[in-house]
Structure formats: structure tokens, C-alpha cells
């Protein structure tokens, strides 16, 4: 009626498309918002130049206040951060952070307002995708420790023993190797360091709490930059590894092949 606008997801096709839902929801918001602006200030039998100087103002009054919104560098790059908040734009950096913006009034106003889904229905969805969410990231903990404790660590603890034999070697036979002994201090420090890491992500990850919402910034705020540390770790020790040792295809071999 008027221009009241509905949006309706029904049965398996919201959960399929649950993104396009959303999508649909805040255009749906827009265009009635656009349609009430018109109606008001061109009237409701409005001529046709009344409405075409209608429809430019609102477009100018609009473009104006919302250019902000406009952003065509790298929304990936650490700067996009500084550059949203001197625009005025929220930002949300993780996966963790838009399922919890499901749970603003704002959001659950927009849902019920178009009879999408009520706020026990939106509460709902929130617990499935902020579940599903964490228990994708505990199984990628759990890959991420067992691929570094069988392959990663052995492999580093076998240069290791290398670096060590050659150094023993050649302190025997009456020569310094000052620049071995060294090499063999920063890997006995990146192979510790490496192992450290994997520790603090399993405990991360035993810890993790129940309940979807306490879950969820557990996995932001613990769980993600524990798997980023040892991701890291690993990152520094592969450029320094033997071919033979290294028991992982490498950037390189991907690529080539």
C-alpha cells in the first residue's frame, strides 16, 4: 500500500541466500525512502516538470550528503581503517563483527520492518551463523597444529640438527664458523618461537567458551591471531629451509606448477 515495501524470504532459498536477503532488505529501505522523499516534495499528481525538479533535487540533496560512501582504492589495505573513520564509515574488519551487527537494534528494526524475519527469528540466524563460524575456525586450529607438530616442526628440528653437527664438525677439525653458529641460534629460535605458537593456539582453542556470542569474539579477539602467529612463524622459517626438509609445497612450487 503506498509505498510501503516487503521483502519475504521463505523456506530454504534464505538460507541458500542469506546475503542477497540482506542485500534486498537495505535497497528495499533505500527505495522506500527515495519514493516517501518524492511523494513529499513533488506531491502526489505532480506535473511532469515538477517531477523531474523533484527527482534532480532529491538525487543532488543525496549525492551530497552520501558521496562518503564512494570509495574506489583498496579496501583490503591497512589505511582503509584510518580513511573510514575520517569519513564517518563503520568498519568492520572481521567476519566475527558482521554477525555480531545481527544483534543491533538497527539490524533487527530493518528485518521486522519488511517482515523478513522477527527479532527471535534474526536472534536465531545469529546463533547458527556465529556457531557454524566458530566451529570452521576450531577445525582450522586443529588442522593448522597437527600439519605444524608432524610436518613443520620435524622439519625445522632437522636442520636444526644439521646446523648443530656442522658446527660441532667444524669446531672439531680446529675451524670457527662463526656465521653457521649464528644461523643455527636463529633457527633454534624460530623453530621455538614456532612451537610456542602452536601451544598458545591449542590452549586458544580448548579454551573456547560456549554460547554463540561469548564463541564468536573468542575466535575474534583469541583465536584469529593465534592462528595468524603461527602462520607467521611458519612464513619465516620456510624461506629458510633446505628443499629436501622442507615437506610442504612452497609459493614457488604452486605457482610454477
Same mark, same amino acid.
Given at each position: &500500500?503506498?509505498?510501503?515495501?516487503?521483502?519475504?524470504? $521463505?523456506?530454504?532459498?534464505?538460507?541458500?541466500?542469506?546475503?542477497?536477503? $540482506?542485500?534486498?532488505?537495505?535497497?528495499?529501505?533505500?527505495?522506500?525512502?527515495?519514493?516517501?522523499?518524492?511523494?513529499? =516534495?513533488?506531491?502526489?499528481?505532480?506535473?511532469?516538470?515538477?517531477?523531474?525538479?523533484?527527482?534532480?533535487? /532529491? /538525487?543532488?540533496?543525496? $549525492?551530497?550528503?552520501?558521496?562518503?560512501?564512494?570509495?574506489?582504492?583498496?579496501?583490503?589495505?591497512?589505511?582503509?581503517? &584510518?580513511?573510514?573513520? =575520517?569519513?564517518?564509515?563503520?568498519?568492520?574488519?572481521?567476519?566475527?563483527?558482521?554477525?555480531?551487527?545481527?544483534?543491533?537494534?538497527?539490524?533487527?528494526?530493518?528485518?521486522?520492518?519488511?517482515?523478513?524475519?522477527?527479532?527471535?527469528?534474526?536472534?536465531?540466524?545469529?546463533?547458527?551463523?556465529?556457531?557454524?563460524?566458530?566451529?570452521?575456525?576450531?577445525?582450522?586450529?586443529?588442522?593448522? &597444529? &597437527?600439519?605444524?607438530?608432524?610436518?613443520?616442526?620435524?622439519?625445522? /628440528?632437522?636442520?636444526?640438527?644439521? +646446523?648443530?653437527?656442522?658446527?660441532?664438525?667444524?669446531?672439531?677439525?680446529?675451524?670457527?664458523?662463526?656465521?653457521?653458529?649464528?644461523?643455527? =641460534?636463529?633457527?633454534?629460535?624460530?623453530?621455538?618461537?614456532?612451537?610456542?605458537?602452536?601451544?598458545?593456539?591449542?590452549?586458544?582453542?580448548?579454551?573456547?567458551?560456549?554460547?554463540?556470542?561469548?564463541?564468536?569474539?573468542?575466535?575474534?579477539?583469541?583465536?584469529?591471531?593465534? +592462528?595468524?602467529?603461527?602462520?607467521?612463524?611458519?612464513? =619465516?622459517?620456510?624461506?629458510?629451509?633446505?628443499?629436501?626438509?622442507?615437506?610442504?609445497?612452497?609459493?614457488?612450487? /604452486?605457482?610454477?606448477?
Amino acid at each position: &500500500t503506498g509505498n510501503k515495501f516487503e521483502f519475504r524470504a $521463505v523456506g530454504s532459498t534464505a538460507a541458500v541466500a542469506w546475503p542477497v536477503t $540482506v542485500l534486498n532488505a537495505i535497497i528495499a529501505e533505500s527505495l522506500e525512502f527515495m519514493a516517501n522523499e518524492l511523494e513529499k =516534495r513533488a506531491g502526489r499528481n505532480p506535473s511532469k516538470a515538477k517531477l523531474e525538479s523533484a527527482v534532480r533535487a /532529491l /538525487l543532488k540533496d543525496v $549525492v551530497k550528503k552520501h558521496r562518503r560512501v564512494c570509495f574506489d582504492g583498496d579496501g583490503y589495505s591497512g589505511s582503509w581503517a &584510518t580513511e573510514a573513520a =575520517r569519513r564517518g564509515l563503520a568498519n568492520t574488519p572481521s567476519s566475527a563483527d558482521a554477525f555480531l551487527s545481527l544483534r543491533t537494534k538497527a539490524a533487527k528494526d530493518l528485518f521486522s520492518r519488511y517482515s523478513i524475519l522477527s527479532s527471535r527469528e534474526l536472534d536465531a540466524r545469529f546463533e547458527i551463523l556465529a556457531e557454524q563460524y566458530a566451529t570452521q575456525v576450531a577445525i582450522e586450529a586443529r588442522t593448522l &597444529t &597437527t600439519m605444524v607438530r608432524t610436518e613443520v616442526l620435524p622439519a625445522g /628440528l632437522r636442520l636444526q640438527a644439521e +646446523l648443530a653437527d656442522t658446527c660441532a664438525a667444524t669446531e672439531a677439525a680446529g675451524c670457527d664458523c662463526p656465521d653457521t653458529t649464528a644461523e643455527l =641460534r636463529e633457527i633454534v629460535a624460530l623453530v621455538s618461537a614456532l612451537r610456542n605458537s602452536v601451544v598458545e593456539l591449542e590452549q586458544a582453542e580448548e579454551k573456547r567458551p560456549h554460547g554463540a556470542e561469548k564463541s564468536l569474539k573468542h575466535v575474534r579477539d583469541v583465536m584469529r591471531p593465534a +592462528l595468524d602467529a603461527v602462520r607467521a612463524h611458519c612464513d =619465516r622459517l620456510e624461506p629458510r629451509m633446505p628443499a629436501d626438509l622442507w615437506p610442504l609445497p612452497t609459493y614457488a612450487d /604452486l605457482i610454477l606448477r
